[in-house]
């Protein structure tokens, strides 16, 4: 965890470095081919480091019956995201480029799959401690797809608006640097990932009720598309995602949720 929260404040630092003063690529003959290789290459290890965390600590916490949850989200989220590139629905017309590597049927790079698969599940984890165990399954769904969708609040105008790692065929809203419908997708999908988990069984652990794991790695993850985000001062995006995150604290407050984040059990 410690190394992939490494790998995301440099990336910031970068962006805010070199990105956001292009004069320092001139000054620095070293710079520009270093900062160009370094897009694609700390993007495409942000990712490939985390699906390899959320990997060690599903197999710990379930042994081999995470890759029924892997399964799960990396087909459907593979079957919207090729949608979504051929024929705009459901997120809208966008295309990846060559940035996140090699493509699944030229169109969806093989990282986007387990990055949905590493962040539906501490989503949906996030939820059901939130609500309560006792909570009806469709609630669960619907607060989980609800969080994975304020992931991209951030990660969208941080990968698209400010870098090219994919890029809109139409403009979309000039607040969220985004289609507005985007959102829609988003959570559209995720509640079609977290119904599959539910269906093949809820992935409760008491490892991950003593450690909160997927509390810890849903913040590392957002650190970076928020961190850009703050570099770039996109404060729309920063403000929505904060006011879901205190919104969850006040949910938090009055269930058995901070209870539980303070004393493990």
């Given amino acids: 965890m410690i190394f992939l929260i490494f790998i995301n404040l440099i990336s910031i630092f970068g962006y805010a470095t070199f990105g956001m003063h292009p004069e320092l690529l001139v000054k620095f003959e070293w ?18 480091v985390g699906f390899g965390i959320m990997a060690w600590e599903c197999q710990k916490a379930f042994k081999w019956g995470w890759l029924k949850y892997l399964l799960a989200a990396a087909v459907i989220s593979f079957a919207m995201e090729f949608l979504g590139t051929t024929f705009g ?4 017309k966008y295309s990846y480029t060559s940035l996140l590597g090699w493509k699944i049927a030229g169109q969806v790079p093989l990282l986007i799959p387990l990055s949905w698969f590493f962040m539906s599940l501490p989503s949906h ?7 309560g165990s006792s909570t009806s399954p469709w609630r669960r769904v619907f607060l989980g797809s609800f969080l994975l969708m ?11 608006h400010l870098t090219p790692f994919w890029l809109w065929e139409s403009a979309g809203s000039t607040l969220l640097n985004m289609p507005i419908w985007n959102l829609g997708g988003w959570f559209f999908t995720g509640a079609l990932i977290l119904s599959a988990f539910e269906f ?4 409760r652990s008491q490892r991950w009720s003593h450690s909160h794991f997927p509390l810890k790695f849903y913040f590392a993850n957002l650190l970076l598309p928020l961190g850009l985000a703050l570099v770039a001062q996109l404060w729309v995006s920063i403000f929505a995602t904060l006011v879901v995150i205190l919104g969850c604290y006040s949910l938090a407050r009055s269930t058995r949720g901070l209870r539980s984040l303070r004393t493990p059990s």
């Fill in 31 to 48: 710079a520009p081919p270093i900062f160009a290789a370094s897009y694609s290459f700390f993007a495409q290890l942000q990712v490939a």
């Fill in 89 to 92: 629905i459901p997120f809208g």
């Fill in 125 to 131: 984890w996030i939820a059901d401690l939130l609500l």
């Fill in 150 to 160: 304020t992931w991209d609040f951030t990660l969208d105008p941080a990968m698209s």
């Fill in 200 to 203: 093949i069984q809820f992935p």
